[in-house]
């Protein structure tokens, strides 16, 4: 009879197990080795030592994880690192990859996936072929089992910090489905690609593996980067866990493109002389898409910025700034802007910054009604149109998407209800007395105002900026992307 072979477990000398890449037995745990010579084996130990000596590309490792349950420990086949612990008993054992991968195949709550990492063995050349139940549902919170398993299974479920950077995509028929284009693909693919791209609640490219922000636990100042589940959406379970019982906030918002434009808390400047605060990193609870995430609450001394950039417009040039916000949070302070600022953190005078602005501001121009409106932040000067009194409308919806768009002779706004409908054209035309040729200087603000004014009040979700005057089909698909994630749902 054949002896089921289990880590640290030895069979009977009489009865040695074939250990080799055609009978390599099922019980023998999750390691199939492609390249092992048929041999005899009195331990699993002694089977997985010499899988793993027969050289590159011969350790092949699969992980089972069941919805509703953490996963099991896995048992990692590597010289220094073996007999960790076996699968738990009553899960499938598909030892070989064949066999594993028929089975994957043949369910519809599995989702195969396959990372390639140089830190496993030399060269590049381990392949670990991770199994994943129900598209990652069950939490992976075993200290024991292999960092590299969890970095890989992590890409897929999104529940864990690690870099995925050689996770490659799902491969079954059943893989995880791949994540939408966000706002950045649509925007790469009409030829203006994001120079900036920040959000506290989703992913803005199908194929980011970075994290969206950095939160700061109050209790004990440790912390810990939040980045985006498999579907795209921020992964506010980890938030969760780690800010139990204390309070957290965002000290960091990643820039998701690749110029690395990172906005942390804001320096001291000209208006407010002192170091802004972050924001709570809870305080704004959003249904996005089925999911439960939070937005950056700003509460008036709060604010983010980088004044040394990397793509952004300067002077004259072309650029575009859209920004998704909360449309009931609101205040007539200066200024929660999201865009273009000094990079002296002074008011340099008109034309010197040029800033998405949100809020009911009457003190430079404004729009009909009592606000708020979506409006442009030249400096000196919040503008709805090119005259004071401009006729753009309030915006009062609760989740509201805004625009601006600057080029040499004038601008653009524009605004929309974030969960459904076209954007309106606000403005395009002229830019007001005084503001004929820009000055951009490249620094990118969010929640204050380019001398880092701080008394408005907001909540940002998502936004980008390119180096380009958009079209206005790129607009409407950028609208019908935002609409699709389904804010408040």
Known sequence: MMCMLLAGVICAAATPAQCGKDTFSISLGNTHCPRLAKHDAKSADECMQACCSVGDEACETWQWCEAGAACADGFWPQPGALSIHNDVEGWPQNTTVAVAEAACRASAL????????????????????????????????????SRHIKASAGCVTGRLDHSCVNASDGWTSRALPPRPLGPCDLLASAGTPCVAAHSVVRALYANLSRPLFRVLRDSDKAAIDISAHYDGYARSSAQDAFCANTSCYIVRIYDQSPHANHLDTAPAGGACNFPLSPVNASKAPLALGGNMVYGAYFEGRMGYRIDQTSGVATGDAEQTIYMVTRGDHVNGGCCFDYGNAETDNHDDGKGTMEALYFGTSHGWGHGVGDGPWVMADLENGLWAGDVRD???????????????????????????????????KLHEGARPTGYATMKKQGAIILGIGGDNSCGAVGTFFEGAMTASYTADATDDALQANIVAAGYGR
Not at 127 to 137: E, N, V
Not at 399 to 424: I, P, S
């Open 390 to 424: 401009a006729p753009a409308p309030s915006i009062t919806h609760k989740f509201v998407t805004a625009m601006v768009k600057g080029r040499h002779g004038g601008f653009a706004l524009k605004g929309g209800d974030a969960q459904g409908g076209r954007l309106h």
């Open 110 to 145: 599995c989702a195969g996936y396959t990372y390639h990492s140089a830190d496993l063995r030399p060269h590049n050349s381990t392949i670990l072929r991770i199994y994943l139940k129900t598209a990652g549902s069950a939490s992976i919170t075993s200290s024991s089992w």
